[in-house]
C-alpha cells in the first residue's frame, strides 16, 4: 500500500486475493471472475509472480530453480526479483487493463512480498516499502487476505502432486509459514482497509463474504 492509502484513478478495478499456500485464492479468483463476467463486466484474472511473459520467466527462477547446492538464491535476489516481476506486471498488464476499464483480479500482489519476504524471509518492513515506493503507485480497490492456520493450510495442498520452493519450505520449516501468516496480519492493522477474511469457514459462508465485498465497488 502507498503513503496515500488512496485507489487509482483508472475506469477499471483492481481486485487482489492473498494468503499463504492452500488458502483458496486461486479458487475465489476464478469464481469471482464467472460472477463478475455474468454480470457483462469485462473481467481477467491474472497472478504474481506472473502476468506477462517476462514475468512468467522470472517466476520460473523463484518457483522452480532446481540448482541450490550449486548457488542459493539470496533472500535479497528473491525479494529484488519478486518486484522485478510486479514491474512488468503492473505497467505491461494492469495498468493498461484498468484503463480500458477491466475488473482486475490478482491472484497475490505486493502484500505477498510483505508476508513472505519481509516477514517469513525476514528482511523487514522497509526494504519492501522501498521497493514498493520504487514502482508506481497502485493500491487495489479490495484487497480481500483468505485468513487460514497452519496446519489447515498444509492439509489442503498436501495432496497436490508438485511442490514449488515455497511449499517444498513448509515442509521443511513450519515455523516459515508461521511468520508469513503473522507478516499477513500485521499488514492488515497497518492497512486497515485490507478485508481479512476467515479461510476455514464453510467455502459458501466464505464466498458470500466475497461477494459482499466486492458489491460496494461497483
Ligand atoms: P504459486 O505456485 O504461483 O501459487 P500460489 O500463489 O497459489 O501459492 O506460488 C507463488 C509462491 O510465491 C507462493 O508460495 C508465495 C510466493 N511469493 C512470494 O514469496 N513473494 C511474492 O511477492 C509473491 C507474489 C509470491
Redesign the pocket.
Known sequence: MTSTNQTHSYPGRLICFEGI?GSG??HFCTKLSEHLTAQGLKTLVT???GGTAVAEKIGDI??HFKDEALEKIMDETELLL?FAARCQHINNLIIPKLQEGYWLLS??FTP??YA??GAGRGLGWDKVQALENYLPPLNPDLLLLLDLDISQSSQRWQAQATR?R??KMLQKNGDFFASVRQGYLQYAKKYPSTKVLDASLPEDEVWALIKKEVAKLS
Open positions: 499456500d485464492k486461486s497472478h504474481e509472480p523463484l518457483l519478486f491472484d497475490r505477498s512480498s513472505y519476504q514449488d515455497f511449499e
